[in-house]
């Protein structure tokens, strides 16, 4: 019997990177594969074949693993694809991992993920686990920290953590004016920045289930396992059909490691202030000398790979 955790597998139309995934679960070896696919758009040529190609991908397990489909006949778009998704797997099992078909998971993800999920399993407090570590590898005594941020790029949970989503953000016109997101945050720059994200995203300008889990995690005050050298690698960056399309992007691709066991348990479970003080300054709003750092980085490294 596998030790990993039920594994929620978010597909839609990209097979060759869907097999990639599918490689890195065969190391964990997950005895339960609950995959959740969206359906091809209306009068998209080449979406019903594209989306048949990434389930197939999907499919193809050759160790001894319960499959669960979790499939749209028709196009739902990704907000309500993963939401709708996501709350029918929480019915069957009561925690899982959630990789998406663009994030290619350390083999070290899983037993960080199982370890986790079950240390805090009853601790209202830790609302996710994450494989995500934007701090650069940043010097720290134990093997994790925790974060506001739920980073969702090979994530993990608990059924009584997501039934705390909130989708429809029903409260948000009212937060918005009361001054919530200052005093939450502890920097009006950060909340002049997550304001105009959860405004767009209230108005469906955004088709985003992961800043409405944002905000579900800040509503419940709510903390995220981040560990301390990233063990996730996102390809999606620039690639056909992604919705992370800044190719350039320090992140894209950002290299995963290995984490030794047993793990470094923090002292105390509180949020790492100043590491979440950078991540907003690098990951959500860098500069301008920021984004055009990055943008002549990748143009030395295109001629440098130049013939």
Not at 62 to 75: F, K, L, M, V
Not at 181 to 196: D, F, I, N, P, V
Not at 201 to 208: E, M
Request: glycine share 6%.
């Amino acid at each position: 019997m596998s030790d990993t955790p039920p594994v929620i597998l978010l597909i839609y139309r990209r097979p060759a990177e869907t097999a990639l995934v599918r490689a890195a679960l065969r190391a964990a070896r997950p005895s339960h594969l609950m995959i959740v696919a969206d359906g091809p758009r209306a009068g998209c040529p080449g979406d019903p074949e594209a989306v048949a190609a990434a389930r197939a991908a999907a499919e193809a397990i050759d160790w001894p693993c319960q499959i669960t489909r979790i499939y749209a006949d028709s196009n739902m778009g990704l907000r309500n694809r993963v939401e709708s998704g996501i709350t029918t797997a929480f019915q069957l099992v009561e925690r899982a991992i959630i990789i998406e078909d663009d994030c290619v998971p350390a083999p070290s993800f899983f037993p960080f993920c199982a370890e986790l999920l079950e240390r805090y399993a009853d601790d209202s407090r830790v609302m996710a686990i994450s494989g995500d570590d934007f701090q650069g590898g940043r010097p720290t005594p134990a093997s994790y920290r925790f974060s506001r941020y739920p980073h969702c790029w090979g994530w993990a949970t608990w059924r009584r953590a997501w039934r705390h989503y909130d989708g429809p953000m029903a409260n948000w016109p009212t937060l918005r004016t009361s001054g919530w997101l200052a005093q939450y945050l502890g920097s009006r720059h950060a909340a002049r920045y997550w304001r105009r994200v959860f405004d767009q995203v209230y108005a469906g300008q955004v088709d985003s289930w992961a800043y409405r889990w944002t905000y579900s995690c800040w509503r419940r005050n709510g903390l995220t396992a981040l560990p301390a050298r990233n063990l996730v690698s996102n390809i999606g960056f620039g690639a056909k059909g992604a919705h992370t399309t800044a190719a350039h992007n320090p992140f894209a691709a950002m290299r995963s490691y290995p984490t030794s066991f047993p793990l470094h348990h923090p002292s105390r479970v509180t949020c790492d202030t100043r590491a979440d003080a950078r991540t907003q300054a690098t990951l959500y709003n860098p500069s301008l000398a920021q984004r055009a750092a990055w943008r002549i980085a990748r143009l030395l490294r295109i001629r440098r790979s130049a013939p």
